[in-house]
Structures are given as structure tokens and as C-alpha cells.
């Protein structure tokens, strides 16, 4: 997380509210740092993220110190689904990448090669007790972003920031691209506030031969972050007001 000139606690006097962060789609890297990583390093969040295999769910628990917990659930709607897993673990969906847009650009085909296939049951947000009361959702779910969101409306409610990857263009068959999850968002109460960088891919035949991975002006995906409805400020309680803030 990019750190910013202050600290928004340093100007209280009194504790501010612990934020409840719910991470869906993490999948633990070493060396990467999470968006709320600032606030984890600095004991100011719990983290609630989930890991379906119940084996590496229950090794993750037992090596965090208790702020982080896992849950072998599988985020979505509801409903039952084909997982598939792709050569790049972090790049696998509910969706089946789109090879004929993704052949067209370099360095990124071969990241979505589908290695298996899993079928897996859903769960929604709104079931799970233990996510009563989120301040913070992140979704990275590869295209499912809108299903989340979709069996989260009563979880959203008390949500202050939501920060989701969202595609410009199909990179699996039949997602939801931004405009779609934008959408979404609007109707549970939020407003985009800003997008976090942007990625992309030069088009084959190779345009940047010497950086593979380089973007020219094609923008395939991004992250982008949202609140609660800044129009309405007047509506929401002093807490969430700080929270929000703080985030």
C-alpha cells in the first residue's frame, strides 16, 4: 500500500473503531502486500479471507497469529459452478478464458492455459455469519466479481470501501466487464472513487520485444475502489464516517 503523508488516527485523541477487512479471491503470496496491508502491519484490521481446500485452510490458520483467519468456503452466488483452474493459480474462474481475445495479445494466453476442472458450490456472503459487520471488502475473483456482490446485498450495507479488479474487455467468456460491476455497486449504494493502475498487453506479433508484459494503450483490467454514496454522508453513522475515512 503506497504510504500517505499522515496518519488519519494520529488526528483523534480517542481510539478509533477496529475495521473488519473481507478479502475475496486472496491467494497468499509471498512478498506481496495485500491494498490493506498498511493497516494489518499496523494492527488496526482483522482480515476474514477464504480457502476452500480444507487441508490448506486449516494450515493457513494455524500459521497466522490469529488476525487473519481463513474459511474453506467458495465465495459467489449461491449457486454451483465449474472452477477452472488455470497454469497461473491466480488467474483461474468460474469462467472459461476467452482464448480467442487473449491470443491476440502477447505474454497472457498461456498465464489462463485451463489445467483442470473442479466442479465447486458457492456460498454466499450473506450466509456466513462470521462476515456480519465488514467495514472493507476486496474481491479479486477472475470475472465473478458480480456474482460476490450479488449475494452480498445485506452484508453491503454496512460495508464502508469496496475495492474490486474489474476488466475493460472479456478476457473469460460472458463475465461482467466494469460497467457491469459498476452497476452493481451503484445499486447497493456506493460510488466509484478512484481506479488503482492500470494493466495491459501489446498485441502480438511482438511490439515490445525486449518487455513481453508491456502495455501500450490497450488497457485490459484494473482495480478499482468504491464508498458509500458521498451525497448522503448526513445518513450514515458517525462510526462508519470514520471508518470510511480511514481506509
Not at 472493507?136 to 452484508?155: P, S
Not at 466509484?192 to 508491456?214: D, L, N, T, Y
Not at 482495480?223 to 470510511?244: C, G, H, I, N
Request: hydrophobic share 45%; charged share 25%.
Amino acid at each position: 500500500m503506497a504510504e500517505h503523508p499522515f496518519s488519519f488516527a494520529e488526528l483523534f485523541d480517542a481510539p478509533l473503531p477496529r475495521l473488519k477487512v473481507v478479502d475475496v479471491g486472496l491467494l497468499p503470496v509471498e512478498g506481496h502486500e495485500e491494498i490493506y496491508q498498511g493497516l494489518f502491519d499496523r494492527d488496526l484490521c482483522d482480515v476474514i479471507a477464504f480457502e476452500p481446500d480444507a487441508q490448506l485452510c486449516a494450515k493457513l490458520n494455524a500459521e497466522s497469529d490469529g488476525r487473519r483467519i481463513f474459511l474453506p468456503e467458495f465465495v459467489g452466488d449461491g449457486e454451483a459452478g465449474t472452477l477452472r483452474v488455470c497454469k497461473a493459480l491466480m488467474t483461474s474462474s468460474l469462467y472459461e478464458p476467452n482464448s480467442a481475445l487473449l491470443d491476440l495479445f502477447q505474454n497472457i494466453s498461456a498465464l489462463l492455459e485451463v489445467v483442470s476442472r473442479e466442479t465447486v458450490q458457492t456460498v454466499r456472503l450473506d450466509t456466513l455469519a462470521s462476515v456480519s459487520g465488514t467495514d472493507f471488502l476486496k474481491l479479486d475473483v477472475q470475472g465473478a466479481e458480480r456474482a460476490v456482490i450479488e449475494g452480498a446485498t445485506d452484508t453491503l450495507k454496512g460495508v464502508s470501501v469496496v475495492h474490486t479488479e474489474v476488466e475493460f474487455v472479456p478476457l473469460y467468456e460472458g463475465q461482467p466487464l466494469f460497467a457491469e460491476v459498476d452497476q452493481a455497486l451503484r445499486h447497493n449504494g456506493f460510488l466509484f472513487h478512484k481506479f488503482i493502475g492500470f494493466a495491459g498487453r501489446a498485441f502480438k506479433p511482438a511490439m515490445v520485444p525486449e518487455q513481453p508484459s508491456a502495455m501500450l494503450s490497450q488497457m485490459l483490467w484494473s482495480e478499482a475502489v468504491y464508498v458509500k454514496d458521498f451525497t448522503l454522508l448526513s445518513r450514515l453513522p458517525s462510526d462508519q464516517l470514520l471508518k470510511m475515512a480511514r481506509n
